[in-house]
């Protein structure tokens, strides 16, 4: 099932005061979502601004979406993305989200994919995603800017997480990025459907989307209502 979510965009920092006033983003994560593989479903949610992918998701999937959406793909590596297809990836998709702010539909994004990978494993920990969150901060910091949207694999200590797995927990570093930047909305996989109370939380404004399978997601701006004569 394609999980659906409309927000309101109005009044919030966006990357230009002259950009659109709709953007849809399918998101994807973890998951093959069955119902993309037909085209009649794939009609039905059009148009699709930007195909976001949250990880572990092959390679030749999210070029797949890329493809029959005619949109932009951006995403974030997730822990079991590695090996064999990921090898070759660079004939399929584009780099994934590190670091900096990225430009699509008129939004801006910053991408979190797994922090650590050591010995070809990809092992849970923390101390690097402190490093990888003040890293992202930092360059953020200086150049005076602040994402729209932003991609993890995992989310944010506390907020879509499983608290009793230790390996699914999220990582606080996550959490102190999030209240830090502030954006409009934070998707993220890596929590079961099955595991998560809620697909949607709030953390002090922002928006978190647990987007594993599939979420489309619209960021809507009203117009302004002209002054007074």
Not at 54 to 74: K, V
Request: contains cysteine; glycine residues 10%.
């Amino acid at each position: 099932m394609i999980r659906r979510l409309t927000l309101d965009w109005s009044g919030r920092r966006s990357s230009g005061s002259s950009g659109p006033t709709s953007v849809r983003l399918l998101a994807v994560s973890d998951e093959r979502e069955a119902a993309l593989e037909e085209i009649r479903n794939r009609q039905a949610i059009e148009p699709v601004d930007v195909i976001v992918g949250c990880g572990d998701l092959e390679p030749d999937y999210l070029s797949f979406l890329g493809d029959a959406f005619r949109a932009p793909l951006l995403y974030v590596r997730g822990n079991h993305d590695q090996g064999g297809a990921w090898d070759a990836a660079h004939q399929e998709v584009p780099e994934p989200l590190a670091g900096g702010l990225h430009e699509a539909a008129g939004l801006s994004f910053a991408g979190l994919g797994w922090p650590s990978r050591r010995h070809g494993r990809a092992e849970r920990d923390d101390t690097s995603a402190w490093q990888q969150a003040i890293s992202v901060y930092l360059r953020l910091r200086l150049r005076g800017a602040r994402p729209d949207v932003v991609l993890s694999h995992v989310p944010p200590r506390g907020v879509g997480d499983i608290p009793a797995d230790p390996y699914h927990r999220g990582f606080a570093a996550y959490r102190w990025l999030c209240r830090r930047l502030s954006p409009v909305l934070w998707l993220h996989g890596h929590t079961t459907m099955a595991a998560a109370k809620h697909w949607r939380t709030e953390l002090d404004g922002t928006t978190l989307v647990n987007v594993t399978g599939a979420a489309l997601i619209e960021l809507q701006r009203r117009p302004r209502s002209p002054g007074p004569a």
